[in-house]
């Protein structure tokens, strides 16, 4: 027997039964290196339903080929008041677990089974603890079988000692849904090289020999899912010299279709995807929510949620709160459907009125208001859930709902936290503890960025861990949980609304786990600190102070500007910097020239240290917005600049009249380049052609062809955003805008002298540099 | 979450449209105040969602009320602002 330490890589299901385990180890002198393990780990899953019937399946499993140990036993089914009598299966290898339910379910497809399809990965998590780059200790026989598991770290440690990856960076020179690419960046650690694609054979074998050489634990790549993988696999077939992708050697590489689907009302599209075995493959083009965290919020998403670190850099944080339910229910012993039978229960209309509702979202007074503090509830919906003991088993009725709202009590006061609280609280105590470390780090501090990517990864388990708990498909979904918890968040801020009112504040806008109050000479964090404790006494969440603005501007509807809108606003806190929700430059459909003329005049205004003075930059502004007018007309805007995203919402043939972006889609597939519903397309409005020119297409349009109109259009709309809380509307910006371009015919014919003739040109040019 | 019954705003638009053909026949110069109504009740959005009345019509007409009333209140204020305070109310 010999005892080994070293941090967990991947587990998958062997060919020979059992698992393979990859461990990462590093001896004294630092060299690291990868071992596969052998595992014998048994699948159990359960059946429920008459006596009759579980003794017909006894019979029928005792006929098989593959045997199982059969065990009657009670369960506890979360939607279920009673423990249940099921039969426990078990099968010794995890490949003959698959093909014994396919089989049994097809020959008794009405009864109810549990814990039949779960991943892996989660069984083992709730066996030993485990995760990706968990820290191991293990009792390994001679054969490589592993007989004893300590895994020694638990996923919320926050600095855990890093698991010594090694990992090899591959990029083509260019995207190959443009063109076709001719080369190849290799990159790591110590060496960078850029190999040509052509000829095959020795690329081929210099991408072996480095393979070989260096023997990566991570693959990084760009397009490696939808492009190089395959790209390589059909090179290595068609030249004959095999290509160690996985380390695995009976493993090739498992690929998964690409799919669109509608989530959040939005289309989604994901390309397909190529993963390895006892290595990991991350395309960081077809990642989830790479931009948003990095490498280092994947891991962090593969170790809270225990999946497999190729399944978690490209599933939804959906997916990742599924996983750490199905891992709390093993750990609990409750049983996992397989498929849900739960229905919402019986209601009447005036109960649906009743409880069938968001959170509150008011409409803010609109206008520019001074010194105004925004505070927010930390994570708000997750933190009800914790504390309310919200979970699907703990709904009773809708009165007994209706009651512990009312005084904000527990739905149940069991001793121990149900099914989601208790998935939850590791989590929410981790984030927070990451935000009091970040507050207190030095910024300069190497832990501040894995901080944040740790802490953004959690943010967004956590923002979906609500919408689950409504989602009919979830396994651990129930609609009253989700309609409770929205019932707690209204009383809570409605609480928070009564606490500054009857602290003499002045309630500017409520948006679900946020106020903004402002109250005449409350200016420093001192002065709103009762507010904040009062809340937190009177509600029992926490509750902070996300900042003091100098000054905020609630905006008014496009359509009507009597009417109010709860989510378009813009302000600059005391520190400088500026906060800005629904205006144009944080919409992917708007041209970057627009945003970032937007983003020009925001930071000129949040120099200014107060509202007054921000007012006497408008001059400046103005200037600042012809100057930018005129660069449109002279052809000076880089079309670059000009080009405008959407997102395909169906199939090209779907569409009955055509959106801009449909059509700029149809030009690209008469050029044989295929857009799938919830990709992007880019194009320019231009003044021919159906009015846009898709990008890719192959020409650049010139600055005649470009639509010159619309794009000036969109740029008055998006200024005349920013400058109405200062008093300039659509129709004064226009003036203004036209006042100073005196029209030029006029303008030469009034001139006397042929000294004067350069002036109407320059008279367009602004005086003053841009604002910045 | 909220398709069981249509959102507030949403009903607030419907009863707004329900109402069009009384709007239509309106003077020009009424159905500016009618929208105006309409356009102040809208402040009040939220405390009808949470209040999830059978009849929203009823709360809407209230919000109108309660803006009027402000607006009575303010003009009230301004108005005794103005006028120099009276000999008998000082004694």
Not at chain 1, 64 to 83: G, N, S, T
Not at chain 1, 449 to 461: D, N, T, V
Not at chain 1, 517 to 537: H, M, S
Request: hydrophobic share 40%.
């Amino acid at each position: 027997m010999n005892e080994i330490e070293g941090w967990l890589l991947d587990l998958y299901p062997a060919r020979d039964g059992g698992l393979t385990v990859w461990l990462l180890q590093q001896d004294a002198q630092g060299c690291v290196a990868c071992h596969a393990l052998k595992q014998s780990f048994p699948i159990v899953s359960y059946v429920s339903g008459e006596a009759p019937a579980l003794r017909a399946v006894w019979r029928f499993l005792r006929r098989q080929p593959i045997q199982a140990r059969l065990e009657r036993c009670q369960r506890r089914d979360l939607f279920e008041a009673q423990p249940l009598t099921v039969l426990k299966i078990e099968v010794q290898r995890p490949d003959h677990h698959a093909l014994l339910v396919r089989r049994l379910t097809q020959a008794f497809p009405d009864l109810t089974y549990y814990d039949l399809d779960l991943p892996l990965s989660l069984r083992h998590a709730a066996r030993y603890g485990s995760f990706a780059t968990a820290r191991c200790h293990l009792t390994v026989d001679e054969d490589g079988v592993i007989q004893g598991w300590q895994t020694l770290d638990t996923p919320w440690e926050i600095d855990a000692p890093p698991a010594p990856l090694r990992s090899l960076y591959l990029e083509p020179d260019v995207d190959p849904a443009h063109a076709a690419p001719s080369q190849l960046t290799v990159r790591a650690a110590r060496f960078s090289y850029r190999l040509a694609l052509q000829p095959g054979r020795p690329f081929l074998l210099n991408l072996r020999a480095i393979l070989r050489r260096h023997d990566p634990d991570l693959l990084l790549t760009r397009w490696g899912d939808t492009w190089l993988l395959p790209y390589l696999l059909q090179a290595t077939q068609r030249l004959g010299i095999p290509l160690p992708l996985s380390r695995d050697p009976q493993r090739g590489v498992a690929f998964r279709p690409e799919r669109s689907y509608f989530s959040y009302g939005q289309v989604i599209h994901r390309g397909r995807q190529a993963h390895l075995f006892g290595r990991w493959h991350i395309d960081i083009e077809n990642a989830v929510l790479y931009h948003d965290y990095g490498l280092e919020g994947t891991l962090e998403m593969a170790r809270v949620t225990s999946l497999p670190l190729q399944a978690a850099a490209r599933l939804s944080p959906g997916s990742g709160i599924s996983a750490m339910q199905i891992r709390t229910a093993l750990q609990m012993g409750i049983l996992v459907p397989w498929q849900k039978q739960q229905a919402e229960l019986p209601k009447t209309a005036l109960d649906l009125l009743a409880s069938d509702q968001g959170g509150l979202v008011y409409q803010p007074l609109i206008g520019l208001h001074e010194q105004v503090a925004e505070l927010d509830f930390v994570s708000m919906y997750p933190s009800i859930m914790a504390r309310f003991n919200i979970s699907p088993e703990t709904i009773a009725s809708a009165a007994h709902t209706q009651a512990a709202v009312a005084h904000l009590h527990p739905l149940s006061e069991a001793s121990q936290p149900a099914l989601i609280p208790q998935t939850l609280s590791p989590l929410l105590e981790k984030r927070l503890e990451l935000k009091k470390r970040l507050v207190d780090l030095p910024p300069a501090d190497p832990r501040r960025k894995r901080y944040q990517a740790c802490a953004s990864a959690h943010k967004w388990l956590l923002v979906t861990c609500f919408g689950y708990l409504g989602y009919r498909n979830a396994r651990f979904g129930r609609i009253e949980a989700h309609e409770a918890v929205t019932a707690y968040g209204r009383e809570a801020l409605l609480r928070a609304k009564e606490a500054a009112e009857e602290q003499g504040f002045e309630v500017l806008h409520l948006y679900v786990d946020g106020l903004w109050v402002k109250k005449a000479g409350a200016t420093q964090v001192a002065d709103f600190e009762p507010l904040l404790e009062e809340i937190a006494r009177r509600t029992g969440l926490p509750i902070a102070l996300e900042g003091i603005y100098r000054w905020i501007a609630f905006l008014p509807s496009r359509q009507d500007e009597r009417l109010a809108v709860p989510n378009r606003y813009f302000g600059v806190f005391q520190d400088g910097s500026l906060k800005v929700r629904g205006l144009e430059l944080r919409r992917r459909d708007t041209p970057l020239w627009i945003a970032e003329v937007q983003q020009a005049i925001l930071e000129c205004l949040a120099e200014a240290p107060t509202a007054a003075a921000a007012r006497q930059r408008l001059p400046l502004i103005l200037q600042f917005v012809r100057a930018a007018l005129s660069e449109l007309k002279g052809g000076r805007v880089p079309p670059e600049k000009l080009l405008l995203a959407q997102k395909l919402s169906r199939e090209l043939a779907a569409y009955r009249q055509p959106s801009p972006a449909a059509r700029a889609a149809r030009q690209l597939q008469a050029l044989g380049k295929l857009r799938r519903p919830g990709q992007c397309v880019r194009f320019w409005y231009v003044c021919e052609d159906g009015g846009v020119q898709a990008w890719d297409s192959g020409v650049l349009p010139q600055p005649t062809t470009l639509d010159q109109g619309r794009y000036r259009e969109l740029l008055l709309r998006a200024v005349s955003t920013l400058l109405q809380p200062f008093g300039i509307g659509e129709k004064r910006l226009r003036r203004e805008i036209a006042a100073a371009c005196p029209a030029r015919p006029l303008s030469l014919w009034k001139l006397p002298d042929a000294g004067l003739a350069a002036r109407p040109d320059s008279a367009v040019r602004p005086p003053a540099p841009p604002p910045h | 979450m909220g398709r069981t019954h249509p959102s507030i705003t949403q009903t607030f638009l419907d009863e707004q449209g329900a109402l069009a053909r009384f709007r239509r026949a309106l003077r020009r110069s009424d159905q500016l105040v009618f929208d105006d109504l309409f356009a102040r009740a809208h402040q009040h959005l939220a405390a009808a969602a949470y209040a999830s009345h059978a009849l929203p019509l009823e709360v809407f007409l209230l919000a109108m009320l309660l803006e009027e009333h402000k607006e009575v209140q303010t003009l009230r204020q301004r108005l005794e602002s103005l006028q120099p305070p009276s000999p008998q109310a000082d004694e």
